[in-house]
């Protein structure tokens, strides 16, 4: 599957931002769809992840109650909507794929990754 990450920018602390995640060649179906980001100087962490097929999803704990993650199957995209974001949300961005239907929080457990788009939060 290809993944086309979209939709970051920069804004103001306390503002809103929807990242979203195109897939090609493939749909999402059978797959968990992962949202993870980095920023200068530190490792990839998971944000934010989601079963296809099952619709359930998993936070980590500092985004909880002002992200939300979730999907559109005609468009075949994955989106997340960041609420209330803060300086210490600034990252690149990037979306990937695991197959199965267990949602995981390590980078290495995802084999397809986007190209990732940056979020960059400042007053």
């Known amino acids: 599957v290809q993944l086309q990450a979209s939709g970051g920018g920069l804004v103001q602390p306390g503002g809103s931002l929807r990242l979203s995640c195109a897939a090609s060649?493939?749909?999402?179906?059978?797959?968990?769809v992962g949202w993870f980001r980095q920023a200068p100087g530190k490792e990839r962490e998971f944000v934010a992840g989601?079963?296809?097929?099952?619709?359930?999803?998993y936070y980590t704990d500092s985004v909880k109650g002002r992200f939300t993650i979730s999907r559109d199957g005609a468009k075949n995209t994955v989106y997340l909507q960041t609420n209330s974001l803060k300086p210490e949300d600034t990252a690149v961005y990037y979306c990937a794929t695991r197959a199965g239907r267990l949602l995981r929080t390590l980078p290495n457990d995802y084999d397809s990754w986007g190209q990732g788009t940056q979020v960059t939060v400042s007053s």
């Open positions: 989601i079963n296809w097929s099952l619709g359930n999803t």
């Open positions: 060649g493939r749909t999402f179906s059978s797959l968990a």
